[in-house]
Nanobody, 124 residues
């Protein structure tokens, strides 16, 4: 089993930046596929960003150019750096993991482990 713990959420103003962190358990973190998803009230989970052991990155069109996904393998931590935030980014952000490469990194169905989420609220 893999345990994921998100942190870094909070209340910010439009235009601000925020960095989310996801601390993961396990000795093979370098091999994990990691993803970030978000869910606003009344809406379905939405893909945000993902990366894999080959350092390939994936982004939703809505965040491309504003968000950057990265990881620190020595710390077993995945990051999501968010910039130019708008109220449309308000959601609970979830970290997800799979132990191997996945066919569809943008699909939540391809991840086996999930964190409990961290709230991001962007005011105008």
């Amino acid at each position: 089993q893999v345990q994921l713990v998100e942190s870094g959420g909070g209340l910010v103003q439009a235009g601000d930046s925020l960095r989310l962190s996801c601390a993961a358990s396990g000795s093979a973190f370098r091999s994990y596929t990691m993803g970030w998803f978000r869910q606003a009230p009344g809406k379905e989970r939405e893909f945000v960003a993902a990366d894999n052991k080959w350092s390939t990155t994936f982004y939703a069109d809505s965040v491309k150019g504003r968000f950057i996904i990265s990881r620190d393998n020595a710390k077993n931590t995945e990051y999501l750096q968010m910039s130019s935030l708008t109220p449309e980014d308000t959601a609970v952000y979830y970290c997800a993991a799979q132990l191997s490469a996945v066919a569809s990194p943008r699909s939540p169905n391809d991840y086996s482990y999930w964190g409990q989420g961290t709230q991001v609220t962007v005011s105008s």
